[in-house]
């Protein structure tokens, strides 16, 4: 299961009354390495000048690697984190996260390309 999901989630899913602040909240509570990562590459991003910050540290255990594949992998998380924190996510491997400013087309284009996605590969990533 990707999110851990209260009843009262449910009901106000099923009643069309569930906003992008609960749906977060709900996220944050349920994939706390992965929102771990998140808030500390949006920390560094809005601490720098660049047009964007990666994480490279691999998680430290499989279960927080999961967290960020089950965040990452899916499309209605990823634009409420986007949505969320006015920015542009994209994900290369079982770790390697990036957050774009959202005028940084350039940078965010380059780092999804097949070149950047084989330039990042290591033999230790094989199996991640």
Known sequence: MSLTVSPELIDRAQRDELDDAAFVECIRTSLPYAWQVVEGLIGELRAGGTDFTANEVPPPDEAARGQLLRMLASDAMRGALERHYGVRL???????????????????????????????????LVDC
């Not at 770790?95 to 996605?117: C, G, I, N, S, W």
């Open 90 to 124: 994209a994900f290369q491997n079982c770790h390697k996260l990036a957050v774009f400013r959202p005028e940084a087309d350039e940078a965010y284009r380059e780092f999804v390309t097949p070149r950047a996605q084989i330039l990042n590969q290591r033999p230790e």
